[in-house]
């Protein structure tokens, strides 16, 4: 994103940057700074609690890594940037950590019911790629597609709160939280069960399906497990996380996110072969 591109540089620069606050915005590990430079351009900055744990502080280096993959493909995620920790930002709440400068999204919160979630206390039938997340994606190409990349990148995160709704167009926020879970495996057992069911869907559930299909091949095909890994390797060097010690980083926490990569990606050849195969002989529709 060019806007991001150029203010990070100017940053690195040194240049002088003015600019309004708009909104400060107090979360639970961190803090939210919504603002405007100069040139009228919003952009939102994100940064963790330096007291926080590895893992949380690690949502920086996922989100940025997540938003890159989604912008190489086009998908509607805003865009993201790291600023390093050894990055000076009058802004920053917390001087000598990372943050993250993201594109500013307008819209509205909608209802869009496309969360994957997972757990134990989530009853089966409603875990991961159900039948309720799959009527609801069918509403729009934007909500399939970003669907697809939740299901990639494990990402349980899809609340309402993280999508926002515009011109009737979606997009979704916040990848921070991605790399937990298998939601591979998970969808993977829902479409097992619906074909053992016997399931009935729409016209317009099964265009949605197949651009899921589409949009989860096209990330198979271009993000192997090696190339999300050199993601993260760039993204946590580029934090400076490493370098400000054990209370910020994990070397754990790093090598779970990318086992959790390996797993994801590594089942998504038999995801893909049960849809189409659902897709073209087992499931049924109905107009």
């Not at 939210?32 to 963790?48: A, H, P, W």
């Not at 330096?50 to 938003?67: A, F, M």
């Not at 869907?201 to 589409?214: I, M, P």
């Not at 797993?263 to 897709?279: C, D, G, H, K």
């Amino acid at each position: 994103m060019k806007d991001l591109d150029q203010f990070i540089f100017h940053l690195e620069r040194g240049t002088q940057i003015s600019f309004v606050v708009n909104r400060k915005i107090n979360l639970w590990n961190g803090k939210v700074i919504i603002f405007t430079d100069g040139q009228g351009r919003k952009f939102v900055l994100k940064q963790i609690n330096p007291n926080s744990s590895p893992w949380e502080k690690s949502t920086l280096v996922r989100d940025y890594v997540g938003s890159r993959i989604a912008e190489e493909m086009n998908l509607p995620i805003n865009r993201v940037r790291l600023i390093p920790a050894k990055l000076g930002f009058s802004l920053k709440p917390f001087s000598g950590y990372p943050a993250t400068l993201h594109t500013f999204v307008e819209g509205v919160v909608p209802k869009a019911g496309i969360q994957q979630k997972v757990g134990t206390k989530v009853p089966i039938e409603e875990t991961g790629l159900n039948y309720s997340v799959i009527k609801n994606m069918a509403k729009s190409l934007d909500l399939q597609r970003i669907t697809a990349l939740d299901t990639f990148l494990g990402n349980e995160d899809r609340k309402n709160a993280n999508l926002l709704y515009w011109n009737d167009h979606y997009v979704g926020i916040d990848l921070g939280d991605m790399l937990i879970h298998n939601l591979v495996k998970v969808a993977i057992h829902q479409f097992q069960s619906m074909i053992a069911k016997k399931m009935v869907f729409s016209l317009e559930e099964k265009r949605g399906l197949s651009n899921y299909h589409k949009t989860l091949n096209d990330l198979f095909l271009n993000y192997p497990v090696n190339r999300i890994v050199a993601y993260l390797d760039e993204g946590y060097n580029l934090s400076g996380l490493k370098t400000l010690g054990p209370n910020h980083y994990n070397v754990k926490d790093e090598m779970y996110f990318k086992d959790m990569a390996r797993e994801n990606v590594n089942a998504i050849p038999t995801l893909l072969q049960i849809m189409n195969n659902a897709l073209t002989t087992h499931i049924t529709f109905h107009g």
